[in-house]
C-alpha cells in the first residue's frame, strides 16, 4: 500500500532520510550518542518520525473506516 498521497508526505520522507544520514555521519564523527548536536538531531528526526506514522495511521484508518461505515449502515436499514 502507498502512502504517498500529496507532495508534502514525499517532502516529510525525503526530511527523514536527510535527518538519518546526518544522525549517522555525526555519530560517526562525534562517537557519543550524549552529544547534545546528536541528541537533537535525534529529537527532531523522532518528531518527523511520528507525525509522519500518525499521517500513515489516519490514512489507513481512514480509508478502512468508509466501507465499515456503510457496511454497518445498509445492515440497520434491513
Do not use: G, W
Not at 6 to 34: A, G, W
Not at 62 to 71: E, F, G, L, R
Request: with cysteine; glycine share 0%; net charge neutral.
Amino acid at each position: 500500500m502507498c502512502y504517498l498521497h500529496f507532495p508534502h508526505d514525499l517532502q516529510m520522507l525525503e526530511k527523514i532520510e536527510r535527518l538519518k544520514k546526518q544522525l549517522i555521519s555525526i555519530v560517526n564523527e562525534k562517537n557519543d550518542f550524549k552529544d547534545d548536536e546528536v541528541v537533537r538531531i535525534s529529537q527532531e528526526l523522532d518528531v518527523y518520525l511520528l507525525d509522519y506514522q500518525k499521517k500513515r495511521l489516519f490514512a489507513s484508518t481512514s480509508t478502512s473506516a468508509v466501507p465499515a461505515q456503510k457496511q454497518r449502515k445498509e445492515s440497520m436499514a434491513e
